[in-house]
């Protein structure tokens, strides 16, 4: 993503973009697939984790980013569909491969609306599908 683009979306968020926040969001602009702490320092060897951390946390608050924990329950970070602010109507299932352990957006999957009994508040919802990835069946030599 062009970092002119970067910028016009933070400022959309009420963020001011700093080099290290350009950083950590084209890193997961670059990346269709959700990117966990550790694998975003794999990618941002110029930052160590606890700057990457920082911003995370920042984007997180601000609605830049969404979070959703994977099958193993580690955090993974994906980019807000929503310019500026958000209407949290963007959340989808996400699918866990338990063979080569990456996790997938199934965009077209929305979420399931679960009502709750009275007195109860939601924070989030995560839905998280676990199997095998086409890629991975297709190596072990399964087809359908
Ligand atoms: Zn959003
Ligand atoms: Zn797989
Ligand atoms: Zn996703």
């Known amino acids: 993503m062009h970092s002119q683009d970067v910028v016009l979306r933070l400022e959309e968020k009420g963020i001011k973009?700093?080099?290290?926040?350009?950083?950590?969001?084209?890193?997961?602009?670059?990346?269709?697939?959700?990117?966990?702490l550790s694998d975003l320092?794999?990618?941002?060897?110029?930052?160590?984790k606890s700057s990457i951390f920082r911003v995370l946390a920042l984007f997180e608050e601000a609605d830049v980013v969404h979070t959703f924990t994977d099958g193993r329950g580690i955090i993974h970070y994906e980019l807000c569909g929503s310019h500026g602010a958000c209407s949290h109507d963007d959340g989808h299932v996400h699918f866990y491969c338990e063979t080569c352990r990456q996790s997938f957006c199934l965009t077209?999957?929305?979420?399931?609306?679960?009502?709750?009994?009275?007195?109860?508040?939601?924070?989030?919802?995560?839905?998280?599908?676990k199997g095998e990835c086409a890629k991975c069946r297709k190596r072990r030599g399964i087809s359908e």
């Not at 700093?18 to 969001?25: D, G, M, P």
């Not at 077209?108 to 839905?127: F, I, K, R």
């Open 17 to 36: 973009p700093t080099a290290n926040r350009i950083l950590v969001y084209n890193a997961l602009a670059e990346n269709e697939r959700p990117q966990s």
């Open 41 to 48: 320092e794999e990618l941002l060897v110029v930052m160590d």
């Open 108 to 129: 077209e999957e929305q979420l399931p609306a679960v009502s709750l009994p009275e007195g109860y508040t939601q924070h989030s919802l995560s839905y998280v599908v």
